[in-house]
């Protein structure tokens, strides 16, 4: 992260489960991680608190966790609405550490997988300060709202296959 700029995640990407179990990261993706975090080649990921997905981040953003921690609480002070601050807490600290090559190839935890559902594909979204990883079948399962993810992960997924029936 260049000092005083943030680090955003936009667009998508796709990756088919390669050899030795591993997917690639995007390049985009994978050069925005590793800006965050000092050049270190470092995936956080956390289970997505709402959705069947998994968050993931460079290691610049844990520096952002305490102000939003208390951004989200004042927020539900204002409304009068519960907060778990512990509970959030947990949610935002809990990520693991998953190191990636120069070519963006990472070995997904068992752990996250099974909570996702990731098996032979997954589909990168960006969302700003961090971005999502799918199953492509639980994301076309989201409805309204989802309609261009859902079109350019099948986009993305159909020249996937393709390239791999070339080889």
């Known amino acids: 992260?260049?000092?005083?700029?943030?680090?955003?995640f936009s667009g998508q990407g796709f990756s088919l489960v390669g050899e030795k179990g591993r997917f690639v990261l995007p390049?985009?993706?994978r050069k925005a991680v590793r800006d965050s975090g000092g050049g270190e080649r470092v995936l956080c990921l956390a289970k997505h608190?709402?959705?069947?997905?998994?968050?993931?981040?460079?290691?610049?953003?844990?520096?952002?966790?305490?102000?939003?921690?208390n951004r989200e609480e004042g927020i539900a002070l204002e409304r009068g609405t519960d907060f778990d601050r512990d509970l959030r807490s947990q949610q935002?600290?809990?990520?693991?550490?998953v190191p990636f090559d120069d070519s963006?190839?990472?070995?997904?935890?068992?752990?996250?997988?099974?909570?996702?559902?990731?098996d032979g594909a997954a589909f990168f979204q960006g969302g700003g300060?961090?971005?999502?990883i799918w199953n492509?079948?639980?994301l076309a399962q989201m409805g309204a709202g989802w309609e261009d993810a859902i079109e350019a992960c099948a986009d993305l997924q159909a020249q996937a296959l393709a390239?791999?029936?070339?080889?």
Request: overall charge positive; hydrophobic content about 35%; proline content about 8%.
């Open 92 to 97: 935002l600290y809990g990520f693991g550490r």
């Open 27 to 29: 390049p985009d993706f």
């Open 49 to 69: 608190p709402r959705w069947k997905c998994l968050t993931a981040f460079g290691l610049g953003r844990v520096d952002e966790f305490e102000t939003e921690l």
């Open 163 to 167: 390239g791999k029936g070339r080889k």
């Open 104 to 118: 963006g190839r990472f070995v997904l935890p068992e752990r996250y997988a099974k909570q996702v559902g990731l």
């Open 129 to 132: 300060k961090m971005f999502t």
């Open 1 to 8: 992260m260049e000092a005083g700029r943030p680090t955003v």
């Open 136 to 138: 492509p079948a639980e």
